[in-house]
């Protein structure tokens, strides 16, 4: 069956050019101009849909907030967002608002492609794996069980607990690398370069909300984290 690709955008010839090549690779393809439309087709019309291609700058609600309420509402499906920007700034915001991958206006249809595949792919192999086998990748904390290859949070030993939380790529991949590095200080400017592939100068800003977002999910009182620490002036220190 083929995968359903949600595109949102508001520059209709944009659009229609996406429509047309996904059709032609096979995809079946769904074209909406506004936020508040793909927000819509999930929630109140429960479509399905394998993946988003997400405008940021849209009338009315933008990408970023499409984003955020889809990851919200608990809907997992991989978000590759669409900026014309390209500043640091917006890839910082939109990973933080669970973007999984974005590219910059204009682009090369054969990259766009490129990555809409490996989004796609990742997700069937995480599809096919048998829930009750173990994946690897898997580390224990606190109480707290991070499996990285099936993206989800879980609590073991908690039994009000009983329902695993789903990360983001973008989450999980700051989570394996901080825990890599436990004991270590890793740099906002190492974060940037190494998890993102930023190499230029951005709002900290940014990163701090987003490790925020992350303290939300791993410690008993985000406001005195144990776990996920802030070393001053400098960047981060995982503690298990």
């Known amino acids: ?6 595109v949102v955008e508001d520059e209709s010839h944009l659009a229609e050019g996406l429509r047309y090549n996904l059709e032609a690779e096979g995809y079946g393809v769904v074209c909406v101009e506004t936020g508040e439309a793909a927000v819509e087709l999930f929630g109140d019309r429960g479509e399905k849909f394998d993946a988003v291609l997400l405008d940021v700058m849209l009338p009315g609600m933008d990408g970023f907030e499409v984003a ?4 919200a509402a608990r809907w997992f499906v991989p978000i590759l967002m669409l900026t014309a920007r390209g500043r640091s700034q917006d890839v910082m915001e939109g990973f933080g608002a669970g973007a999984d991958d974005y590219l910059s206006k204009p682009f090369e249809l054969s990259i766009l492609l ?3 595949h490996a989004l796609l792919r990742r997700t069937e192999w995480q599809r096919s794996q048998a829930p009750e086998q ?3 990748d898997v580390f224990e904390f606190a109480g707290r069980r991070l499996d990285f290859e099936k993206l989800e949070l879980t609590w073991p030993e908690h039994e009000t607990k009983d329902t695993p939380l789903r990360l983001t790529l973008m989450e999980a991949q700051l989570l394996r690398f901080l825990i890599n590095r436990r004991g270590t200080v890793v740099s906002r400017k190492t974060l940037l370069e190494e998890v993102w592939g930023v190499h ?3 709002d900290t800003r940014a990163i701090d909300n987003f490790v925020a977002r992350l303290r939300k999910y791993i410690e008993d009182e985000p406001g005195q984290p144990r776990h996920l620490l802030t070393v001053r002036g400098v960047g981060y220190r995982f503690e298990p």
């Open 1 to 6: 069956m083929a995968a359903r690709i949600l």
């Open 68 to 71: 955020r309420r889809l990851r």
């Open 114 to 116: 490129v990555r809409l």
């Open 134 to 136: 173990p994946v690897g």
């Open 200 to 202: 230029e100068d951005t």
